[in-house]
């Protein structure tokens, strides 16, 4: 009916959030003594850049989720825009978005906790790994 409102409320707060952050940001580099005695330098991955994957994920499922509730009927394009309000099923539709959308919103937002485990991982990986120069290629 209507479970696709609640990860977009979250992607508007999320990319509200990725703006205001990008804003105060800056660039982190870290440098790099690598193994020939040179110096070399590497920026971190910004968290602006990291909550954008987080509004990419939310924004695409909460798309496709509309699109597919389109296609059933359960959306029109006009008012009230959802049958569910028009039909009176208005507490069934919140109970869905209260049940199905949270679980949507919280399950996306731990798939992106996940990528930000991995990113740190290979963050760090690339911070203590052994560079080879060009001759030892």
């Known amino acids: 009916m209507a479970c696709f409102l ?18 105060k940001e800056k660039e982190e580099s870290v440098k790099l003594s690598l193994s020939d005695g040179s110096v070399q330098e590497a920026t971190k991955i910004k968290f602006s850049t990291k909550l954008g994957w987080l ?3 939310l924004w695409g499922g909460s798309v496709l989720l509309a699109f597919e509730h389109l296609w059933h009927g ?24 209260g049940s199905a959308g949270i679980m949507m919103a919280v399950f996306v937002t731990v798939v992106w906790v996940g990528m930000l485990a991995v990113s740190s991982v290979v963050e760090k990986r690339a911070l203590h790994a052994p ?6 290629v």
């Open 6 to 23: 609640v990860p977009a409320a979250e992607a508007i707060v999320t990319t509200v959030a990725a703006k205001v952050i990008k804003s």
């Open 55 to 57: 509004n990419k994920l």
């Open 74 to 97: 359960e959306v029109v394009p006009f008012f009230p825009f959802l049958t569910a309000v028009k039909n009176g099923e208005t507490a069934e539709m919140l109970a869905e978005m």
């Open 131 to 136: 560079k080879l120069t060009q001759e030892g």
